[in-house]
């Protein structure tokens, strides 16, 4: 048994304060100031049985996600670009769909055979957030792929309750196959779907939603937006290719800053014009490149306009709040994807149809070859790079 795993040296950087947390977990908060010189290694998983409560999964899909690759690239010192929470090492692999190939005596609602996707974020459902309904912000968190061993391999174990499953989208694209692919794409739709519905509560039908960059969770976000009823949807996007993606994933209009720019305009102009100078009602960052977003979409505000962060960056953004005054404007933060019915609605919303994200996968590698399929992703040409088990 097989995974492919990261490994890093724990080296904090000079300044950093490693906390008793750290400490005593061995798990980075802030993971790029802590893990130095990152390599992926193909690894023996461990074998044991699957607990009471847990079930042996057959990953059949997993994507790369650009959490991914920022463990894999580096800043000039050596140190991971990934700015989370993360033990390591570990194997990776958090976007994946799977096939029950063994069931502890306690688990109720899965057999063998059943295809599932799984929930990445481990909460305990002890601890006060948990407890109080906030999944996402678990004290005792756990993530497949970031600080447990993740599906990048041809086994793990996790706990019944954190898979959904998919026999749905079996139905839905025709094979199983299809299926797998499209059920290893409800994670990062997830995270999608939680920031902008649950967290930001949505728009009205009609409104008007902004994307900014549209890797897998942009896609998510504009085909989710669709889905929810926007009049209009525009994004926005460096890469030519992944905004031609963007288009057929629903999105009516998508820019590139850069060219815009180049021609003396930019987003928030773009977005005033086409809303007829009303501003967008729900803006989504999934750039990861909030200081040069958020000043944008602070001039693009509808009045009760939202704005929700879900792309990741270590660093402050400038924000001009007297806009958000004028505006009755807010910022969501958001993390994660647990809780709140989130997996079984865009479960539903793949099975319907009305969200149909297998457009966005550009490239398969098998899992003999997750390394190059990581290596792929960095150079950021794919949609999404898929790692296929047979
Ligand atoms: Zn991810
Ligand atoms: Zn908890």
């Keep these: 048994m097989k995974g492919l795993a990261v490994e890093a040296a724990w080296e904090p950087r000079a300044g950093y304060r490693v906390s008793e947390f750290e400490r005593r977990t061995g798990k980075a908060v802030t ?17 044991g049985p699957p607990g009471p409560k847990e079930v042996r999964l057959r990953p059949r899909a997993c994507g790369v996600c650009g959490s991914d690759v920022h463990f894999y690239e580096t800043d000039p010192d050596g140190y991971m670009l990934y700015p989370g929470l993360t033990k390591f090492p570990t194997i990776i692999g958090h976007e994946f769909s799977g096939e029950v190939v063994e069931a502890g005596p306690e688990v109720q609602d899965l057999r063998v055979g059943d295809p599932v996707t799984v929930e990445e974020m481990i909460w305990c459902g002890e601890c006060v957030p948990c407890r109080n309904g906030w999944p996402n912000q678990c004290l005792n968190l756990e993530e497949i792929g970031f600080t447990i061993p993740g599906a990048m391999a041809d086994q793990l174990v996790v706990g019944a309750k954190y898979c959904w499953p ?3 989208l079996m139905k839905t694209y025709g094979t199983a196959e299809a299926g797998f692919e499209a059920g290893a794409l409800c994670e990062p739709t997830s995270v999608a779907y939680n920031g902008m519905f649950v967290r930001a509560e949505g728009f009205k039908p009609g409104g008007i939603v902004a994307v900014y960059g549209t890797g ?30 963007a288009k057929k994933v ?12 180049k021609a003396g305009s930019s987003p928030h102009e773009v977005l005033m014009d086409a809303s007829h100078g009303a501003g967008a009602d729900l803006q989504v960052e999934a750039a990861g490149a909030m200081n040069r977003t958020v000043p944008e979409m602070e001039q693009a505000l509808a009045i009760g306009g939202k704005i929700v962060i879900i792309g990741r960056a270590a660093e402050r953004a400038p924000m001009y ?26 479960i539903r919303l793949m099975a ?18 997750a390394n190059a399929a990581v290596e792929k992703a960095s150079k950021r040409q794919d949609g999404k790079v898929m790692i296929k088990m047979a």
């Excluded at 893990?35 to 193909?42: A, G, Q, T």
């Excluded at 942009?218 to 009049?231: D, E």
């Design 31 to 47: 993971g790029n100031s802590v893990w130095r010189h990152p390599k992926l290694r193909f690894v023996d998983v461990a074998e």
């Design 352 to 369: 319907s149809g009305r969200v149909d994200l297998r457009p966005i996968i550009t490239s398969r590698y098998p899992l003999a070859q």
């Design 216 to 245: 897998p969770i942009g896609f998510a976000a504009i085909a989710l937006a669709r889905a929810a009823g926007a009049s209009k949807v525009v994004a926005f996007e460096v890469s030519p290719f992944r905004r031609e993606l």
């Design 250 to 261: 629903g999105a009516d209009e998508v820019h590139s800053p850069v060219e815009l720019e």
């Design 166 to 168: 998919i026999g749905a």
């Design 321 to 346: 709040l007297e806009s958000f005054q004028t505006h009755a404007a807010q910022v969501y933060g958001a993390q994660g994807h647990s809780g709140y019915g989130t997996f079984q609605n865009v």
